[in-house]
């Protein structure tokens, strides 16, 4: 048993990368909403349905963030307008 | 004007109490006035680790709702005489301590100490946010494991953002990260993070490298705090991590496997 698990330890079992790989990303994620003001997701609900009265679009082509710098913040509104 | 230490992590179970007892018992071997308190209102266990259990009186909410003086509620380690515990309550709602009664007390023991050590409980709830808020220094333990990482990031968001120093504007709480329960031997086999790997994730400057060992275990039946297995590996590393606290500079140890030759591998199972 051990004798083959020498060999196999070898190759097998990198998760070590996976779990840094997976961090990375999910780490990432969450500090670019951590950063985000509380009113962010209402905001952008509003925005939505403001746009909707007068073009059909969904939830994911609206993107609302705010970029902050030293002396101001600013709201950044991405629409993407479907083709006619 | 006392240093005030938080040890913080968001996940339960990775090493707070241990971390919290050795650093403390390690700032008073060297001589420093130091008091450890457990903010962990409900779930008391500091006393435990530092073998104080039975001489518990009065807490820190009988403290901060004015029912005993701090004195009272101040118990003193038998090892090492420059340092105090003050327990947790373990009847109370985690509510009872309120940031102007916390305030109260650590302003009090400020004057009286040099460092002042704050035993977080786990979470990002009431207990949690109490234990960083006034502090001036962060320990941050945390595991070579994915949902440890991951909460740890999360409580230095919070550190950077609720505590004191965030909401005052001042310089921010100074972040240490203690890597503890690490395996060399599963990091060189590619099963768990490395040391580089949380550095580069959490990008905080290291204090320690705490190896897994089963020194810790039998430190905590015993109720020793692990820095005085002076023989140990956990031991020397919390007394390095100590020694880097009050900036002296000492090389990581304990990070590499001590290598076994090919026949106890086989024989052992590697």
């Known amino acids: 048993m051990s004798f083959l698990d020498y060999f196999k330890s070898k190759k097998n079992n990198r998760s070590a990368s996976v779990a840094k790989e997976r961090l990375q990303i999910i780490v990432a994620h969450e500090r670019g909403q951590r950063d985000q003001p509380d009113y962010l997701p209402e905001l952008q609900k509003e925005l939505l349905a403001v746009i909707r009265k007068y073009v059909q679009i969904s939830d994911d082509q609206v993107q609302v963030e705010v970029d902050r710098n030293d002396s101001c913040s600013v709201l950044e509104l991405n629409v993407t307008l479907p083709e006619h | ?270």
Not at chain 2, 57 to 83: P, W
Not at chain 2, 128 to 142: C, H, P
Not at chain 2, 235 to 264: C, I, N, P
């Open chain 2, 1 to 270: 004007m006392a240093r005030i230490i938080v040890v913080t992590s968001g996940k339960g179970g990775v090493g707070k109490t241990t971390t919290s007892a050795s650093i403390s018992t390690g700032l008073a071997k060297r001589g420093h006035k130091t008091v450890v308190i457990d903010f962990d209102v409900g779930l008391r266990n500091l006393d435990l680790i530092m073998n104080c259990e039975r001489r518990v009186v009065y807490d820190f909410v009988n403290v901060i709702q004015g029912e005993a003086t701090l004195n009272q509620a101040l118990i003193r380690d038998k090892r090492v005489d420059t340092l105090y515990i003050l327990p947790a309550s373990q009847t109370r709602e985690k509510e009872a301590l309120t940031k102007d009664g916390v305030e109260k007390v650590i302003n009090e023991l400020s004057d009286r100490f040099d460092y002042i050590v704050c035993d977080s409980p786990a979470g990002i709830e009431h207990g949690a946010l109490m234990a960083l808020y006034y502090a001036d220094e962060a320990v941050v333990v945390t595991n070579p494991e994915v949902s440890s990482v991951r909460d740890s990031d999360r409580i230095l968001g919070i550190l950077q953002s609720k505590s004191r120093r965030a909401e005052m504007g001042q310089d921010p709480v100074k972040e240490h990260l203690l890597l503890s329960r690490y395996n060399p031997d599963r990091v060189e086999k590619g099963e768990m993070l490395s040391v580089a790997d949380v550095e580069e994730i959490l990008a905080i400057p290291l204090l320690g490298v705490i190896p897994e060992s089963q020194v810790v275990l039998n430190a905590s039946n015993q109720g020793v705090p692990v820095i005085l297995e002076e023989d140990s590996d956990a031991g020397q590393a919390y007394d390095d991590a100590v020694a880097r606290l009050l900036g002296e500079e000492r090389e990581h140890r304990f990070m590499t496997s001590q290598k076994k030759g090919f026949f106890s591998r086989m024989f052992k199972g590697g």
